[in-house]
Every structure is written in C-alpha cells, then in structure tokens.
C-alpha cells in the first residue's frame, strides 16, 4: 500500500481490526457520535465500540447534503454496528449561520467551522440527554482544509463548550490527548494516527471491519458547489428571512433573476412536476401550449408584463418550431391571462445576461 507525505500507516491496525469488544469498564460508558453515512465516522465509531463504550450515533439532514434522502448510509451503518441513531434536521437557525457566519467561508459559501460548532452544540445538548460523557467524529487532521486543520479543530472545540471531550479517534494519536484519554476512559493505544486526504487507511479498515459496501461515497456538500452558492448567495441578498424550506428550490431548475423577479425553468419532467407542486398560491406557472415545453415557476409576480421574460425563456427550451406560440398561465390570480409570444432573436443573449 502506498502512502502519502505525511500518512502512516497505524502499527496497530491488524490488532484493532482484530480487537473485539475489550471489557475496559464495569460501568458503562456512553458517548455521542456523528456520523454522516461516510466511511470515516463509521470507523471512528466501531473503533471506540471495541473499547467497550455504549455509542448513540446521531446525523444531521439538510437540503445540502448530496446523499440521497433518508440519511445516506447512516442508518444502514448503525444497525450494523447495532447501535441507536438519532436523525436532526438542519433548520432555520443553521440557515442564518450559512449567511452570517461568525468565521469565514470555505472556497465557495461553505461556513465550514461555525457548521461544525453549530453541529457539535447540538450533540453536546444530546450528550447530556442521555448522560454521555464525550462525543466521536470520524474527522480526519488535515483532510480538509479548512475545518480539519489543528487550529481549526481547537476553535471549534473551545466555540462549542466541549475542550477536551471530543475525541477523534481516526487521529487521536496525533492530537493533544482528551479528557477520556488520561481518565483511561479510553486506550489510546488502539487509535490511530491518520492524517491527510489519501483514503487507503480508511478504506482497509473498512474491509476488515466488513463496512466498506455500505458507505456513502458519493456525500457532500452543496455549499461547497460554486453553482449552487451563486443561487444561495441571490436567494439571501433577496430574502430577509431565509427559509429552509426555500432551499429545495435551489436543488432544481434553470435560475433567473430580471429586475428582482426570480423565475425558475424546469429541465426535465420530474422538475417540472415539483415546480408545479411546489407553486405557492402567489406565484405564477406558465408552459409553452401544445409543444414539449419546460414549466416555469414565476416568484410573485405583480402583473401581466412580468411574465414576458420568462416566457421567452421558457420558448427557447421548448420543443417548438414556430415564431408565434402559444403560452398558458396557471395562477390563482384571474388578472394573470393566456398569451401569445413572438420567440426573441436575442434569446441566448438574454439568457446569458440573467441566468443566475
Ligand atoms: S462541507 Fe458543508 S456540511 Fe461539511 S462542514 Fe462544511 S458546511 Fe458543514
């Protein structure tokens, strides 16, 4: 196996993967871990069971994650190592995070660290529900640049109340030990010492450990996409109070914005059934008549000319061939009518002007 600078490979690792359940306490310990579905945390997690600590898993949703809905893998991960998983969805609060956040932002709108703080408060809050005495991440020293880094790692700690009560064992070694280190709550000796973005430790162990087919590779996050933060980025200067629920209209669609008015143009059939049900009884819908047509969600518009824009938008990604067309409105609102359209010469020009 061939490592990276600045990764090692752990001595101990055929020992841990071997190691099955060490009795190292008569009473029980509990710890809170998070897990996102990711092979790392899974990891992390089975390590600190062989140590003979009651885990409680707990993940977080939100419109950002990448998985697929329903908690990725999470869920599958824990009742395999059979242990109890609380899910948490990300809320409003979280949201006012993503636009003002206390620290800076990643490479795109991604409040990395204040999103770890924020997370990291609310397992300490679980913690103490439950009478838990630390809580566990699969994060790993320097694999991502921003959150992972040592400085960053104290930061977070220190902002979330919990110095010295996380214990992060995929890295353990290469950390200040923890409180449950030098209680010899823990066995340092059977953590590990990984660091950087090179996964074949990980992925090793997952084997050994009979987790690998269950992981969730394909996880991330859509703040850190440079498309979808430039519609979250419209969506807040627009928006005095940011919604969650408004982030599943990020997540689809072609984005526009003329003059203030945001109008969304679906791409495929199943976008624009959710354009047609997600419609608010103030906004507006409007298809190009008797042709395949894309369906356009129009935000609030005030009156009969607002809807020209998107129209001819609209147009230019349907399937018609003629000048004239046909456009037909779905509103609440009588005022707004059925119209007809010349196509615009200009088209891809206005397009590139106001596509968000
Ligand atoms: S990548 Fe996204 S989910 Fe992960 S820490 Fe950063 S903001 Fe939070």
Redesign the pocket.
């Known amino acids: 196996m061939e490592l990276s600078q600045g990764e090692s490979f752990p001595r101990n690792l055929e020992k841990i993967s071997k190691t099955k359940n060490i009795p190292q306490n008569t009473k029980k310990i509990r710890a809170v871990a998070l897990v996102s579905g990711g092979l790392d945390s899974a990891i992390a997690v089975k390590l600190i069971i062989d140590q003979g600590i009651d885990v409680y898993a707990m993940t977080f949703h939100s419109p950002?994650c990448t998985c697929s809905s329903g908690g990725c893998s999470a869920a599958i991960f824990a009742e395999k190592l059979e242990i109890p998983i609380k899910h948490v969805s990300k809320d409003d609060d979280y949201l006012r995070l993503v636009k003002n956040p206390k620290f800076t932002y990643?490479k795109n709108i991604?409040?990395?660290i204040d999103?770890?703080i924020h997370i990291l408060k609310r397992a300490k809050d679980y913690m103490n529900e439950i009478g838990a005495q630390f809580i566990i991440t699969g994060e790993v020293l320097g694999q991502r640049p921003k959150?992972q880094m040592i400085r960053a790692l104290k930061t977070i700690e220190n902002e979330a109340g919990l110095a010295g009560r996380i214990l992060r064992p995929l890295s353990a070694k290469l950390l200040v030990p923890t409180i449950m280190e030098n209680e010899g709550i823990i066995d340092r000796s059977l953590l590990l010492d990984i660091q950087g973005r090179r996964r074949n430790i990980q992925v090793e162990l997952g084997r050994n450990f009979n987790l690998i087919e269950q992981y969730c590779a394909g996880g991330g996050?859509r703040?850190?996409d440079k498309n979808f933060a430039n519609r979250l980025r419209d969506y807040f200067y627009f928006t005095e109070n940011p919604k969650m629920a408004d982030m599943k209209f990020l997540r689809i669609g072609r984005h526009f914005r003329h003059q203030g008015l945001k109008f969304i143009v679906g791409k495929n059939q199943d976008e624009n059934i959710k354009l047609k049900t997600w419609a608010s009884s103030t906004d507006v819908l409007i298809e190009t008549k008797d042709v395949s047509s894309p369906m356009t969600l129009i935000f609030k518009p005030k009156k009969q000319d607002d809807l020209i824009l998107p129209a001819q938008i609209t147009l230019r990604y349907s399937d018609t061939e003629e000048n004239t067309n046909y456009m037909e409105v779905f509103s609440n609102n009588s005022d707004f009518k059925n119209f007809s359209l010349e196509k615009s010469p200009n088209i891809e020009e206005i397009i590139k002007e106001y596509r968000i």
């Open positions: 950002f990643g991604n409040p990395c999103c770890r959150s996050c703040l850190t």
